[in-house]
């Protein structure tokens, strides 16, 4: 179980984070949602160790965290096989195969990013945080600027990989229907200085229909919270 505690951080003398509090527990997704400005990519960079809180503390993580970004971040001189190997010694190829025949990949091994469609390069992005296989996946609007079909295609491969290794997850979106059938938990931020003001747990991820009036109920709940 991932759990952060009293995260606070300033940037210069403006308030960004304030006591963020939350557990992840193992093999969970969590969304986290909130108003632009709130401080969800800061608290991203904190829990991925690219910053420092000022206070806070978080435990179950250790060092062992993979992130996939808003861009994919592949080398364009190494392969798709090797932009994915390269995060984890010693190489498990039985592995690395395994995950590009389920990202939809197969064929490809050889192709480098620059040969590869958007979608493609996000597959590849998302096959290599889950072969590192860390404590946490971090997940910064990982599809952010992909059209409806091919977002909704990138969920359906995310949760089918998810359900085949119950990765921990943390999503972080300011997409409401991304959240809504990507989490089993929403936890949703208050404008700056960010802080959890709200969790919500969802109904089970198989049948979750994004228009039953159930969901409808959330997602205007969310946001009422967050353009309140």
Avoid at 23 to 52: H, M, W
Avoid at 182 to 200: C, D, H, Q, T, Y
Wanted: hydrophobic residues 40%; proline residues 4%.
């Amino acid at each position: 179980m991932v759990e952060i505690k009293g995260i606070s951080k300033k940037m210069g003398e403006l308030p960004v984070l304030e006591e963020v509090n939350f557990k992840i527990n193992d093999g969970e997704i969590v969304a986290l949602i909130g108003p632009s400005g709130c401080g969800k990519s800061t608290l991203f960079n904190i829990i991925s160790r690219l910053d420092a809180p000022d206070s806070g503390s978080m435990e179950g993580i250790g060092n062992s965290v993979a992130c996939v970004f808003q861009d994919d971040r592949l080398l364009p001189w190494r392969t798709v096989w090797d932009n994915i190997r390269l995060v984890r010694e010693p190489e498990d190829k039985a592995r690395v195969q395994e995950l590009i025949d389920e990202v939809g990949l197969k064929g490809f091994e050889g192709y480098y990013p620059s040969q590869l469609s958007g979608g493609m390069q996000k597959r590849c992005g998302i096959a290599r945080a889950f072969y590192y296989n860390g404590d946490l996946l971090l997940m910064d609007e990982p599809f952010q600027g992909l059209d409806y079909c091919l977002r909704h295609e990138m969920i359906s491969m995310l949760l089918k990989l998810w359900r085949t290794h119950r990765q921990s997850v943390l999503f972080v979106t300011h997409e409401i229907d991304e959240a809504l059938t990507v989490a089993g938990r929403i936890l949703i931020l208050s404008k700056r200085p960010g802080r959890v003001v709200k969790e919500i747990r969802l109904p089970d991820y198989e049948g979750r229909d994004l228009g039953s009036p159930k969901l409808m109920e959330i997602r205007q709940e969310i946001i009422s919270i967050i353009t309140g």
